[in-house]
C-alpha cells in the first residue's frame, strides 16, 4: 500500500501567483536598483505584511 501525501497543494500555488505578481509590480514601480531588490524582498513577505495589516484594521 502506497501512501501520497501532497504537501502545499493549492496553497502553494496561490501564493507562487502572489509571489510573481507582487515582484512585478514592486520591480516596475521601482526607480532604482536598489529599490528593486527592496521590492523584491517585499514580495517574498508579503503575505506577513497583509495579515498583520487585517488583525490591526480588524482589531483582533
Known amino acids: 500500500m502506497k501512501n501520497n501525501v501532497q504537501k502545499g497543494g493549492p496553497t502553494a500555488a496561490v501564493y507562487g501567483l ?16 536598489w529599490l528593486g531588490v527592496l521590492g523584491f524582498l517585499k514580495a517574498i513577505v508579503w503575505p506577513a505584511i497583509m495579515t498583520y495589516e487585517a488583525f ?5
Open 18 to 33: 502572489g509571489l510573481i505578481g507582487s515582484a512585478i509590480y514592486f520591480i516596475s514601480t521601482a526607480t532604482s536598483f
Open 56 to 60: 490591526r484594521f480588524f482589531g483582533a
